[in-house]
């Protein structure tokens, strides 16, 4: 048999196509329901333990090689997309990838220091305490839940904005790009924008590079 490479890592179609073919190839293999007891992100594959040999045999009879060193199919640890889990709990540390040297990165080490935290139940140590306070007073004031990601700082409470029933709180959100607009070229050219990861925006037929962020600046995100 002639193996042909169909979509390589980087195209925005892979992630989709991986998806599509380990959900087929798991729950058949394991006479399973996906989004019921089968659960496929990427080539992470989340199913039952007593189905996992059948599935491990289907992927690796249709020439697929599961990672063994992340594959998890007995005992109270389990790896999926990022996360570390022992017993149902997150687990995973927190790695500094740089040493910050603005407010985003400060932020974005705050709450993965917050987060190892409150596994271990310390509230704020001290290196928490030295990061907070090199923010600038404006952004020190960007608090709000863990939903919201790293544009705000994780804390337990923090002050809301209310309008028209839905609340706001301050954060420090990122500032992309100037649309390209492409509404007067042909559909080929915008099926490639899409594939190679520009995001349409319906109201002006405009698109936007995918994580062009070119700065970021105080502003105010609803959540619920």
């Not at 045999?57 to 090689?65: D, I, K, N, V």
């Not at 209310?162 to 500032?175: A, D, F």
């Not at 925006?201 to 502003?219: A, F, I, S």
Request: one cysteine or more.
């Amino acid at each position: 048999m002639n193996l042909q490479k169909f979509s390589s890592m980087g195209n925005g179609f892979t992630f989709e196509l991986e998806t599509l073919i380990f959900s087929h190839v798991a729950s058949v293999a394991g006479g399973l329901t996906p989004g019921v007891d089968c659960f496929v992100y990427g080539d992470d594959i989340i199913v039952p333990s007593e189905k996992a040999d059948d599935v491990l045999s289907a992927l690796r009879f249709c020439g697929f090689t599961p990672n063994r060193t992340k594959t998890f199919t007995s005992g109270p640890f389990r790896e999926s997309c990022g996360g570390d889990f022992y017993g149902g709990v997150a687990v995973r540390p927190f790695y500094p990838k740089v040493i910050p040297s603005e407010p985003a990165e400060v932020i974005t080490h705050l709450n993965g220091i917050a987060r190892v935290n409150s596994l271990i139940r310390v509230v704020h140590p001290r290196l928490w305490l030295r990061l907070h306070d090199s923010l600038p007073t404006a952004i020190r004031a960007c608090k709000g839940p863990a939903q919201l990601g790293d544009v705000v700082i994780h804390v337990p409470s923090w002050h809301t904005r209310w309008k028209h029933s839905i609340g706001y709180v301050r954060c420090w959100k990122p500032v992309t790009r100037p649309k390209a607009f492409v509404w007067g070229f042909s559909e080929q050219t915008r099926l490639m924008s899409s594939l190679l990861g520009v995001i349409p925006d319906d109201d002006t037929q405009g698109y936007v590079g995918r994580g062009c962020v070119e700065g970021y600046r105080l502003g105010w995100v609803a959540f619920s």
